[in-house]
């Protein structure tokens, strides 16, 4: 049985590997045009997606009617489809095209202001448009440091890695070391990136309202920015459908610089939550971010440290 897992792995990871160069090649236009063509099948075969895609929409905008729910989730699944297709562009492009994809730069000043004061900068990166390309943009740009964790098939980890590095991105593991490593980072008024919108183990974070729902969301951001003094702000690629990508950055909400780790993280929630108005079609609501629950922490024996944000 484990010698049949592995074979599968290799020839899963390896048939992965040779769709992501193949279509490294490709321009975001025809990955676009090839996404309108994917979307749709996922949205009729994959019962999961489709329905944690339909739940979380219906929290976040319950003013919706079901006809304008089922149109963002179709939408929504072409938009996953196309960043799924473009991670082969991302990390195994040609740069210069890569780099050329990029149409717009919006809000570059909130980044070079914090460092001519002499500050690092947070970037808080959610699941939105293709991070990838904002990862590509950064490191191009800015010393750029991110915590990085390797991927299920481990033959992947190299192409992934490759490919979030060769533009000078310093990756960390997901540990204390690489704490470590974002705080040095921020003392050298570098920038850094983080995921604020990725659930953290039991322990690492906080309730805080996330749409009006409470979500679990990691604290990591105000232990930052308590040793730093860093500037925080909520970085975006958007695709321009057919033609390529705009960068965003936004300036986060104040309370990510509160103290206090719950009101941090219902700021964090908030930066997310703008961002994701730009258009919240891009945004990945396939992810399960309601998992865990205040009634599930109050089973626990330190059910308090999992305090709520109201």
Sequence with gaps: MAASASFAERFKSRAVATLWRILSGWQPASLWRLA???????????????????????????????SARRQRSRDSLV????????????????????????????????????????????????????WEVLNFWLSSHFPFTAMYEPPKLAALDPIIRRGRERQGARLVPTNPRGVAALLKALKRTEAVGILPDQEPGWGSGVFAPFFGR???TATLLPKLV????????????????????????????????????????????????????LDPAQYQWEYKR??????????RPDWKRFRLYR
């Design 79 to 130: 938009h996953s489809s196309a960043t799924m297709l473009e991670l082969g562009f991302a990390w195994l492009g040609d740069a210069r095209r890569v780099s050329d994809s990029i149409q717009e730069v919006h809000g570059r000043e909130l980044l070079d202001d914090a460092r001519d004061r002499g500050q690092g900068v947070i970037v808080l990166a959610p699941h939105f448009g293709n």
């Design 36 to 66: 309108r063509l994917v979307g749709p099948l996922i949205q009729h075969v994959s019962q999961r997606e489709r329905r944690v895609t339909r739940i979380n929409l219906g929290q976040a905008y319950p003013e919706l009617d079901e």
């Design 226 to 277: 308590a040793r730093t003094e860093a500037r925080v702000v909520t970085g975006v690629a958007r695709r321009l459908p057919g033609r390529g990508f705009a960068i965003h950055f936004l300036a986060a909400d104040e309370r990510v610089y509160d103290s206090n780790e719950a009101t941090s993280a219902a700021g964090v929630n908030a930066s997310v939550e703008a961002a994701i108005a």
């Design 214 to 216: 409470q979500a679990y």
């Design 290 to 299: 309601y998992r865990k629950t205040p009634e599930e922490a109050e089973q």
